[in-house]
């Protein structure tokens, strides 16, 4: 085999394997950088999850001491425990928190609320309350009983 044609196959090869080297190395790179930012959303979520935790345990405990109203406390309750734990809304005693949920879910909160008409907010109001007398036991037990759950 001609010298000339030895070369230009050892040059040939020289610059394979450099481009292979450079695909290795980025791909590499690319690699290091998914798993840091899979590191960084799994420590955003860690950490989401633990205030949402607390946040559950706050509102139980202004139940306890009722600081807060019933039915603003299983609304609440309600959409914390579908992030932490979907499951215990249809376990007893926590599933009052979707009973009660859904009995006043029709009810316009925030803007809709200051919106509406005055008397129409009356009527929901004496509509919330018996519906905050009918389940006040149920809502103070699944409140002290979700103060000790263990979140995983």
């Known amino acids: 085999m001609p010298r000339g044609l030895q070369l230009t196959f050892i040059v040939i090869g020289l610059v394979v ?4 080297l450079f695909y290795i190395w980025r791909q590499s790179r690319l690699l290091n950088e998914e798993r ?8 955003f979520q860690a950490k ?5 935790v607390e946040s559950i345990r706050i509102i139980a405990v202004a139940v306890e001491e009722e600081q807060v109203e019933y039915s603003e406390a299983c609304l609440r309750l309600k959409g914390l425990l579908e992030y932490v734990a979907p499951e215990l809304l249809s376990q007893e005693p926590y ?12 009810m316009p909160t925030h803007r809709a609320r200051k ?9 929901m109001d004496v509509e919330r309350f018996a519906i905050e007398k009918e389940y ?8 002290s009983a979700i103060r000790h759950v263990r979140f995983e």
């Open 17 to 20: 394997i450099g481009l292979l």
């Open 36 to 43: 840091l930012r899979q590191k960084k959303a799994e420590e």
């Open 48 to 52: 989401r999850k633990e205030e949402m």
């Open 95 to 106: 599933n009052v928190f979707q009973v009660v949920h859904e009995k006043l879910e029709h």
């Open 115 to 123: 919106a509406a008409d005055t008397e129409m907010v009356q009527q």
């Open 136 to 143: 006040a036991e149920q809502i103070r037990q699944a409140a």
